[in-house]
């Protein structure tokens, strides 16, 4: 009898890995206590002379699944944003966003990628950037849900009241445009006063938005300068 | 001269594993040895290796003694140093040098910088260096 | 004698567990699922020669060499992650 | 005595295991736990590992690629841990 003893101290660390495994909240913790239960369930299964399904466990369970799933939270639990090359406007600075970002802290985007990165940053997910080189092809990437979200300067989107200029402090500068509605709920009233969060239902195009055709008409001396 | 190092190195591990030597056996382990792909790297010496070699068996009684120290006598400080490689490595010799300094129990090398300097961390027991990265000049052996 | 000392070493088990559950760290966690790993190949094949069952063995030598590489390739991507 | 000397060397394994993971629940930084892992999922496992093949040494082929792979794979692991801990920034 004596010898039983450590078998069932050993299949008892099956459910109680098991239970730390589902009561994870972040993604990434919850992978590696998979890894875990994966090498104590292979340690369970060699006990109970099970060899072939422990290598199993092993191999697949541990190894590949945790690969795959790592690869597949790092790729889902993603907001990418789309926003303008800096060949094409070179002067409205909202711009050079992904490469200003990192290293100046005082510039005018700072305030809000840090706020976008750490409202996300609540629910695990990461901020991408995507360059685009017009704005015709940034609203063209929101419709065809390319991107989650687009970030605009006024100039762009206020073009129906030219008097409202982006130099006044109070005066959103920057508008991101979302498609995922998910995202305007975990998003609102997180950014500061720079940045205005619009909600685009992507099946109707007539929302917010002027149609793409005549924006570009009205834009195209403004962006190729 | 088609690596034979590595040849043997294979069929060590094959022997090692199947613990077999009928020639059924060894003919499949030669096989295996010579149709897996090989690196067409810079050879390494015989003398190199036999001396890294010698170095890990050396290094074995070491890490033990090291363990022991750090249990009768506890090393709570840790500094950050800079050490330079020793010149003419090869890729797989600067491989077996990170394994020797991080197989001793004070020490791991934290990187491996291409210009030729590992970042080595330590644990020592004297609180003095506190924290600060020292710069070390010849090649040495911790 | 052999007992006792697997009984000891499922204790010595338990500690890394007790770790990766209430660190909140990804790295401690990741440092708690290394120990784990060791621990469990070791436990196989300690197992292995108390029973004198030879396959298991075989599985406990395996499992020492893939599991250290799932590892590897997870602290990689996590590393990757922090990068951005 | 050889069996004196293998229940002593796994003996001796255990107590490194314990010493080396009781450190794991403190508060010190990653690097420092991993010096202290190193003594005991390396040196630790390999002394049980010792103990083992004394215990049973007609099955040495297999015992040894045992030891050659545990060092070399925890050694390893232990470098690429502090690598990455370090490099991303997650050492906080």
């Known amino acids: 009898m004596t010898e039983d003893w450590y078998v069932v101290a050993i299949v008892a660390l099956l459910p109680l890995t098991a239970g730390m495994l589902v009561t994870q909240v972040n993604p990434y913790h919850a992978l590696v206590i998979r890894g875990i239960l994966g090498a104590v369930a292979a340690l369970v299964y060699a006990l109970f002379g099970a060899a072939d399904v422990a290598l199993t466990e092993a191999l697949v369970g541990t190894m590949l699944s945790i690969t795959l799933y790592a690869i597949a939270v790092r790729s889902s639990l993603m907001m990418r944003v789309g926003v303008l090359a800096p060949e094409t406007i070179s002067t409205s600075g909202e711009a050079e966003i992904v490469a200003v970002s990192e290293i100046d802290r005082s510039h005018p985007t700072a305030p809000v990628l840090s706020a976008l990165r750490q409202s996300l940053g609540k629910y695990h997910m990461r901020l991408e950037l995507v360059t685009y080189a017009s704005p015709l092809a940034l609203q063209a990437a929101l419709t065809t849900k390319d991107v989650h979200t687009i970030w605009l300067t006024s100039k762009e989107t206020l073009k129906s009241e030219p008097a409202e200029s982006p130099a006044s402090d109070s005066a959103p500068v920057y508008q991101l445009q979302t498609r995922v509605r998910r995202l305007y709920e975990i998003l609102q009233g997180q950014l500061p006063p720079t940045a205005e969060l619009v909600y685009v239902n992507p099946t109707d195009s007539s929302g917010l938005k002027k149609p793409p055709e005549m924006g570009m008409s009205d834009d195209s001396t403004e962006t190729s300068s | ?142 | 004698m052999m007992n006792a000392i697997l009984i000891t070493m499922i204790l010595a088990l338990l500690l890394p567990i007790y770790e990766a559950w209430q660190d909140d760290n990804i790295w401690q966690k990741m440092l708690a699922f290394a120990s784990i790993a060791t621990k469990t190949s070791i436990l196989i094949l300690v197992v292995a020669v108390l029973r004198d069952d030879w396959t298991i063995g075989v599985v406990g030598v395996l499992i020492l060499s893939v599991g250290n590489a799932a590892l590897m390739l997870l602290a990689h991507v996590l590393r990757r992650l922090n990068e951005l | 005595m050889i069996d004196a000397l293998s229940y002593g060397l796994m003996g001796l394994g255990v107590v490194f295991w314990f010493w080396g993971t009781w450190p794991l629940l403190g508060h010190r930084s990653v690097l420092y736990k991993l010096h202290s892992l190193s003594v005991s999922d390396t040196l630790g496992s390999m002394a049980v590992i010792v103990g083992l093949l004394l215990k049973i040494p007609k099955e040495w082929p297999l015992l040894v690629l045992a030891l050659i792979s545990l060092a070399i794979w925890n050694t390893v692991l232990g470098y690429v841990l502090a690598y990455c801990s370090t490099e991303g920034g997650g050492n906080d």
């Open chain 2, 1 to 142: 001269m088609i690596g034979y190092l590595d040849l043997l190195l294979r069929l060590t591990i094959w022997f090692l594993l199947t613990a077999d030597l009928s020639p059924a056996n060894i003919f499949i382990g030669v096989a295996v040895a010579f149709l897996l792909p090989r690196s067409s790297t810079k050879r390494a010496v015989l003398k190199d290796w036999l001396h890294v070699l010698w170095e890990i068996l050396q290094a074995i009684p070491i890490a033990y003694l090291e363990a022991l120290e750090m249990i009768f006598r506890p090393h709570p400080q840790e500094v950050q140093t800079r050490e330079q490689v020793k010149p003419n490595r090869t890729l797989g010799l600067i491989f077996l040098d990170i394994f020797l300094i991080t197989f001793t129990p004070k020490t791991i090398v934290l990187k491996y910088q291409e210009d030729g300097w590992y970042k080595v961390h330590w644990v020592r027991r004297q609180r003095r260096g506190n924290g600060r990265v020292q710069e070390r000049g010849g090649p040495e052996t911790p």
